[in-house]
């Protein structure tokens, strides 16, 4: 079970962790990287490059962390912020541990698959975005210990817009522009 799902933590959690700025911490490790590649180590063992979806809906970079990783970021840390860093990553590292452990492998992937079948039918019948019924597919997955690709759900950058909502956009300016004359 525990050779199926690699736990990791974005890079975004680490800095809240060690209490560096996210893009700080990611020109750390941009700086390991070339280090790494001068010595001809596996960086994938320590971070994987990603981004996430920022509160704004733009995507950012960030890094997956392995365990490894952390251990290597506690490594450079010291004194008080060293220790109280190696202290969260450890427990965070078991507590995800411990909720892999809890999950039961299925016996039966067809049933999974028929359920995620008739809910992004659903989902789609419902007029939910693509990307939203891989999401679903992907959290279904997770539950049942099936480990997808990190990239599975691609969130679109850009959304459709519909001529409702330029008719709408329109008339309000007219409004406005009325009100200030």
Do not use: W
């Not at 975004?12 to 911490?25: I, N, R, S, T, W």
């Not at 180590?41 to 990783?69: H, Q």
Request: proline residues 3%; glycine residues 6%; aromatic residues 8%.
């Amino acid at each position: 079970m525990n050779n199926l799902v690699k736990t990791t933590i974005t890079s975004v959690e680490v800095a809240q962790m060690v209490g560096k700025e996210h893009k700080e911490l990611l020109r750390d490790i941009r700086r390991y990287s070339e280090q790494f590649n001068e010595s001809n180590l596996a960086l994938v063992e320590f971070f994987k490059e990603n981004t996430y979806i920022d509160g704004k809906g733009e995507s950012r970079p960030c890094f997956m962390v392995t365990k490894k990783g952390c251990e290597f970021i506690a490594h450079k840390l010291t004194g008080q912020k060293g220790t109280e860093f190696t202290a969260q990553y450890i427990n965070r590292f078991h507590e995800m541990e411990n909720q892999i452990q809890q999950i039961p492998l299925t016996d039966n992937p067809g049933k999974v698959a028929n359920l995620i079948n008739v809910l992004a039918k659903r989902m789609d019948h419902q007029g939910s975005e693509p990307y939203k019924s891989a999401e679903m597919a992907k959290l279904i997955c997770l539950q049942y210990g099936i480990q997808l690709p990190e990239d599975f759900v691609k969130v679109p950058k850009y959304n459709q817009m519909e001529l409702s909502d330029f008719i709408g956009e329109e008339s309000n300016m007219h409004k406005n522009l009325k009100e200030a004359h």
